[in-house]
């Protein structure tokens, strides 16, 4: 991740006290904040799904990549410095280098989670309960088409929950 602050060189910075929030889940801005130092917390809901300290770690992409609001809070865990991107879909396109780097970022993340889900499936293959539909879970999501792709789920069809 450090990777990607070497083509963040003359963004501005913003400064954000622990608790304070960056992105809002829902949120339709589309702005990337790529982080130097601190920590920050990633919430869907009100459940916390990562923690992330490493510099060079990037937020709000998700958003912009897929034109969506965003798909989670992000918030300050401790004092934490950011670069910030206003423009982030011009950005993107006119870093190609940066870019390269965020899709191998994204493609690390998805190959970690489709692992993760591989393991789920030869766990509970043989289950008739609810558990048993990890199969059908991760044949769905690895047949689905990108048109067809949308954040949420049938039990919660807002992409903001």
């Known amino acids: 991740m450090q990777s990607l602050l070497k083509f963040c060189g ?9 608790g304070e929030i960056l992105l809002v889940e829902g949120g339709a801005d589309k702005v990337l904040y790529v ?8 919430l869907k809901g009100p459940t916390q799904v990562n923690t992330q300290s490493e510099p060079g770690a990037m937020f709000g992409e998700l958003a912009v990549l897929l034109d969506v609001p965003h798909t989670a809070t ?13 423009n ?14 965020l899709a191998k970022l994204l493609a690390r993340k998805l190959n970690s989670i489709t692992t993760y889900l591989v393991d789920l499936k030869n766990q509970f293959e043989d289950r008739e309960d609810h558990l048993g539909m990890v199969n059908e879970v991760l044949e769905s999501l690895l047949h689905e088409s990108v048109e067809d792709a949308s954040p949420g789920s049938d ?3 807002d992409a903001t929950i």
């Open 35 to 42: 982080l130097i130092d601190g920590e920050i917390e990633v």
């Open 74 to 86: 992000v918030r300050a865990t401790v004092p934490t410095r950011t670069y910030v991107v206003e």
């Open 88 to 101: 982030a879909e011009a950005f993107l396109q006119g870093n190609p280098d940066l870019s390269f780097q």
């Open 10 to 18: 003359g963004l501005p910075e913003r400064r954000f006290a622990a």
């Open 155 to 157: 039990r919660y069809p």
